[in-house]
């Protein structure tokens, strides 16, 4: 089974300008996340998906922060425009109905200069 | 909301001891699940182990295993016979009606 993809994997950026990252979810699995990673903290969840509705955005900074999974399969992040304390590993997670775990991606890194 | 502590920072053991890192959460809810994960540098956040709430038992997977007090609300890790291959950041995780990592903790193995 393919694992949870996610793009590009290092990104660059000059603040105040923007950027999107894209995950694809395990197939099958309704239930998507995205954390924030701040180098050497614990994630940080910013918004939860089920299917194709939020279910939960309330860390989700929604001035500069949007998010959607139009479909109900993958999913864009996009943050605009962009701060300095937003350099971060964007992490998407996926999980199946019922089961209790989250599957990761390999992570975004972003960094704004 | 519900929070989750790991109080080590930093933690090292010598290649083929035992460790255990320390774990607590806060929640009210009477139904979750509770995990560690490992991320070693750069690289994938994987699941190490995962326990139900409702389960007593203590869950293992080959030289990983957990100490679970519910009453306690404590979910300790205990890696046996620790490999170099060990050494990553761990994180315990709590899920429920959302789902939280505490901040991790960094383990060196020494050879």
């Known amino acids: 089974e393919a694992g949870v993809a996610q793009s590009p994997r290092y990104k660059i950026i000059e603040k105040r300008q923007s950027v999107a990252f894209w995950c694809n979810p395990i197939s099958g699995h309704a239930t998507l996340y995205w954390y924030q990673q701040i180098l050497g903290q614990g994630p940080k969840l910013l918004i939860q998906?089920?299917?194709?509705?939020?279910?939960?955005d309330s860390q989700l900074p929604k001035d500069r922060f949007s998010a959607e999974r139009l479909k109900g399969v993958d999913s864009t992040l996009k943050i605009q425009p962009a701060k300095l304390e937003d350099s971060a590993v964007y992490l998407c997670?996926?999980?199946?109905?019922?089961?209790?775990?989250?599957?990761f991606g390999e992570g975004s890194r972003l960094t704004v200069l | 909301a519900q929070t989750v502590t790991q109080s080590q920072p930093e933690m090292s053991v010598q290649e083929a001891e035992t460790v255990t890192l320390s774990c607590t959460y806060d929640?009210?809810?009477?139904?979750?699940?509770l995990f560690w994960y490992k991320q070693p540098p750069s690289r994938q956040m994987i699941l190490v182990i995962r326990?139900?709430?409702?389960?007593?038992q203590n869950a293992t997977e080959n030289r990983f295993s957990v100490n679970f007090q519910k009453a306690a609300k404590s979910f300790s890790l205990k890696i046996s016979d620790s490999q170099l291959g060990d050494a990553a950041m761990y994180f315990c995780a709590y899920r429920g009606s959302d789902m939280r990592f505490g901040a991790g903790t960094r383990l060196t193995v020494k050879p």
């Open positions: 326990q139900e709430a409702y389960k007593q």
């Open positions: 929640t009210s809810e009477s139904d979750y699940y």
């Open positions: 997670a996926s999980r199946r109905p019922g089961r209790g775990e989250l599957f």
């Open positions: 998906f089920q299917n194709n509705g939020v279910v939960d």
